[in-house]
Structure formats: C-alpha cells, structure tokens
C-alpha cells in the first residue's frame, strides 16, 4: 500500500498531492463535478499504469456518487444565469433543441456527431491518455444556424448554453477585457456547459471595437494562452463568426474542429421549407419554382418565410398551403433583404 502510493508521483500529469489539493478545493467550493473529474483522472492514470481493476473501483465509485446525488438536494450541473462579477458578461440560455432540428450539410453533421461521441465517452478516452476535442469554430453567413447549431449541441449534450457576446464585451470593459475574459474563462473551468463566444471576430486583432490596438493585441493574446489551458470539466468552447477573413491565423489554429457553414443548397431549402410549414399540408407544391424564389436567401429567411405563410394560412382557416402562397413570402424576403442592402 505505501509503496504504490509511493510510486504514484513519478506518474501522470498531475501529482497526487496535487490532485488532492484539486479535489479538496472543489471540495470547499461544493463543486462536485471538478471533484469526480479530478478523480477520473485519478482513475485514467491508474489505467495507463496497468491496474485496471483500480481504475474500475474508482470509476464505479464516482458512478455510484453521481446516481446518488441526482436523486438529492445536489445536481451536478446548474442550470442557471451566473451571478456576481459575471453578471451581464454570459447569458445563459436554456437548450430545447436537438441536431436533428437543425438544417445542416451531412460534413457538419459529422463533426459534430463525432465530437458528441467523443464528450459522452470523454472518460474512456481520458483513461487512453487522449483528451476529448471540445474547442470549436463555427464560420459562415448570418443567419446559417450558427447560434441554433450551439443550443443543439448543448441539448444534445445534455448542457446549459453561456452566450458571450464578444463585440459587446469588448466596447463594455475597454481596457479590461482581458481579465473580463479571464473571469470567463474560470467559469468554464467551474461550470461545465457549453460556452458560445459570439462575434467571434472581434478579437481577430484586425477589426477592432475599440481602436486601441495594444488593447486589442493584450486581448487576443489573452485568449490565445485561454484557449490552451486544460479543463477537467470538458466545458465546450464555441467561437462563431460572420467574418472568419477578420480571425487572426494564430486563432484558426487553436479549435480542435471547424465548421463551415454556407448558404443552404436546394435540397436544403426545400427540408428547410417543409420544416417549417408544419403542422399545414403541402400536398401538391411545385418544387422548382418554390426553390427558384428562395436563392439568395439564408436559411434564417427561408424559415421566417414559410412562418408568415403558415401563419396566414391558419388565419384564413387554410389547412393546404399552395405553391403561391409561399413564393409569395419567399419574395417579400428577398425584397426585405435588397431594401437593406442598398441602404447599407
Ligand atoms: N440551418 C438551419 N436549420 C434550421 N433553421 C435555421 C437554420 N439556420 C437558421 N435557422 C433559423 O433561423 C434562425 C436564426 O439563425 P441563427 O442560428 O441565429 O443564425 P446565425 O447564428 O448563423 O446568424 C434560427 O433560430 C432558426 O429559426
Ligand atoms: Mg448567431
């Protein structure tokens, strides 16, 4: 016994006495999660030395912690708007969607169908030495479902969804956005959700919200060491951003995965359509002509479209939706989108 424990230090990453400190630290903070983390990791090393049936008892063990908590007064992960000096810096919004009501090209489906196995097996593959990706970039036009795709995640994950906006965070705290990102930062390592950093671009270091480039270089740099820190509760970090030509490259080579997501392809458009038409009938709908109408559009506006139609419908007392009544919407979009692009 006080040989193994002995021998245990020359081992891992972490010390053992470093690890207790960890555990008896959240511990103290009523962090619960860090805890079992922590000794999970525990159990992991103990795998990568062989002893398997260690790492089994360790394992099982937090297992049966974990069952028994949620039946009490103690649920692991909070649901819940952060407070104190985070307050006003991360909104937290409650995930109702799941992937399947997403609208996505079958390479992003991919992705992320990985990434979801690789955070729901993270502690098989913590126990192989390997770390489960969970830093992602999601670049493409507004209103292609990069904020949808972030809540999906998080309901498919089971987590809560933290919005940072970037942008506003950064014109908010001029001259102490660094540690206002810090603070962020910490709570992912407390807290295990699923973080979006909006407005990704803002810190890309070429477009500046405040014209202070040494600000503005202390912030990206700030980020950048963020990025590379460990975090035992496998929180998911979500950058997005409309403008991935502004990211500076050192950023780009800091997200396990990036996605792509475009303009939506016909096919798309006409899933995106009957999507949203329900629960009305569409039985005899011209295909081509309705999809002629919707190019050019996001799927955003593709989806607000057949709303208006369906909501016309219902108020009319229409049960059947025809071929006109959705081009019909499809081209106020497309005029809506002109007038708004000229004035710009
Ligand atoms: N790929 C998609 N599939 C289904 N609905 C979508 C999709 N993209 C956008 N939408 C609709 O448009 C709304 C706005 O999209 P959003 O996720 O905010 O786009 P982005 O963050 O890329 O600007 C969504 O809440 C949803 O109703
Ligand atoms: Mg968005």
């Known amino acids: ?68 908590q949620s039946k009490g007064a103690n649920i692991p992960i909070s649901f819940a708007q952060p407070r104190g000096e985070l307050e006003g810096l991360i909104d937290f919004k409650e995930a109702r969607l799941k992937l399947s009501d997403v609208v996505l090209k079958s390479r992003i489906e991919h992705q992320l169908g990985d990434l979801i196995r690789q955070q729901s097996k993270r502690d098989w593959l913590r126990e192989h030495g390997k770390t489960p990706n969970r830093r992602v970039l999601f670049l493409g036009p507004p209103g292609s479902g990069k904020t949808m795709t972030a809540e999906a995640l998080a309901g498919e994950l089971k987590l809560p969804l933290y919005v940072i906006r970037l942008e506003s965070l950064i014109t908010r705290f001029m001259g102490d956005t660094a540690s206002k990102l810090r603070l962020v930062f910490e709570e992912t390592l407390q807290r295990r959700g699923v973080y979006l950093f909006d407005e990704f671009d803002a810190i890309g270091g070429s477009r500046s919200a405040t014209n202070d480039v040494a600000e503005m270089r202390r912030v990206l740099n700030s980020f ?11 929180s998911i970090l979500i950058g997005a951003t409309n403008h991935p030509e502004l990211l500076d490259p050192a950023l780009l080579r800091r ?7 475009d303009m939506p392809s016909d096919d798309q458009i006409k899933t995106l359509i009957k999507k949203y038409l329900r629960p009305l009938k569409y039985p005899r709908i011209a295909w081509k002509k309705v999809i002629n109408a919707a190019q050019g559009l996001s799927q955003s506006e593709i989806a607000r479209a057949s709303e208006d139609a369906v909501k016309t419908a219902i108020l009319d007392e229409h049960d059947v939706l025809k071929t006109d009544d959705i081009v019909r919407r499809l081209n106020d979009r497309a005029e809506m989108r002109a007038a708004f692009t000229t004035k710009k």
């Open 1 to 68: 016994m006080v040989r193994r424990f002995a021998a245990w230090d020359s081992y891992g990453t972490m010390s053992n006495t470093k690890q207790i400190l960890a555990m008896l630290k959240s511990r103290a903070e009523g962090n619960d999660e860090q805890f079992y983390s922590i000794a999970l990791q525990v159990a992991a090393a103990e795998a990568r030395k062989g002893r398997r049936t260690t790492a089994e008892e360790i394992r099982g063990a937090v297992d049966q912690a974990r069952a028994g």
């Open 224 to 234: 950048l060491q963020l990025m590379e820190q460990p975090n035992a509760t496998d």
């Open 255 to 261: 997200f396990d995965l990036i996605s792509e997501f």
